[in-house]
């Protein structure tokens, strides 16, 4: 699929220097995208899920905003092949979501444009990044 048709699909736009024309990648296995990053759910092992899987709406589920309120991160499927979890367990406090795709999903980003996730069962969290010595690690910010 290229840009310019997965946009006019959902409604949503990227910045105006990404060219409309490219193929949107789909990659199966794991990916980043800015401050996010897209995990097989079998990495986990068991899932640190809790609450219960609900249909992707049409519009899709914006994942996580820039700190600024700016840049959201949206995760947008055709209807009915993506269901989503977004009450997880996590200790580290940088779970967003999980989800079950039949067909393609897609992670639209203003500043990165899009990528494909393969049809799966998916872990997203953000990304964080590790210092040198026993310093806090830092959320990446997009």
């Not at 220097?17 to 949107?24: C, N, S």
């Not at 969290?125 to 997009?142: H, N, S, W, Y």
């Amino acid at each position: 699929m290229f840009l310019a048709e997965l946009l006019d699909r959902t409604g949503l736009d990227v910045l105006d220097h990404l060219d409309r024309q490219v193929t949107v990648p789909v990659i199966d296995g794991l990916q980043a995208q800015g401050d996010l990053i897209v995990l097989p759910l079998a990495l986990l092992g068991s899932a640190p899920t809790r609450g219960s899987w609900w249909d992707l709406p049409a519009e899709g589920r914006e994942l996580v905003r820039g700190e600024a309120g700016n840049n959201p991160h949206t995760l947008v499927a055709d209807r009915g092949t993506c269901r989503i979890l977004t009450w997880l367990n996590d200790p580290e406090r940088l779970a967003i979501a999980a989800f079950r795709n039949t067909a393609p999903a897609w992670l639209i980003h203003p500043e990165h444009g899009a990528t494909g996730i393969a049809p799966g069962a998916w872990f997203v969290r953000r990304q964080r990044e590790l210092g040198a010595g026993f310093r806090k690690p830092v959320l990446i910010a997009d």
